[in-house]
């Protein structure tokens, strides 16, 4: 599932495997391995990409509606 959301970004923001990759600083054939998901991928590999793209992690709390960012996450001491 995670594969397909990075490839509907990387298009969404108009970029090659081989300009996202450089962005991220991983290989084109790793991010090619990430979206047909034959490799797993790490959260800040994800969050690293989905930042270049122009997309920020959420997470939501189903019953409360309560709502965390990462970076919400990275200013509190959990």
């Given at each position: 599932?995670?594969?397909?959301?990075?490839?509907?970004?990387?298009?969404?923001?108009?970029?090659?495997?081989?300009?996202?990759?450089?962005?991220?600083f991983?290989?084109?054939?790793?991010?090619?391995?990430?979206?047909?998901?034959?490799?797993?991928?790490?959260?800040?590999?994800?969050?690293?990409?989905?930042?270049?793209?122009g997309?920020?992690?959420?997470?939501?709390?189903?019953?409360?509606?309560?709502?965390?960012?990462?970076?919400?996450?990275?200013?509190?001491?959990?």
């Open positions: 599932m995670i594969g397909k959301i990075i490839k509907t970004l990387r298009h969404e923001a108009n970029l090659s495997q081989e300009e996202l990759s450089k962005k991220a991983i290989g084109r054939s790793t991010l090619s391995d990430y979206e047909r998901m034959k490799t797993d991928i790490n959260f800040e590999t994800i969050e690293r990409i989905a930042n270049i793209c997309y920020e992690i959420i997470f939501r709390n189903k019953k409360n509606q309560k709502i965390l960012t990462t970076k919400n996450i990275e200013r509190k001491e959990i």
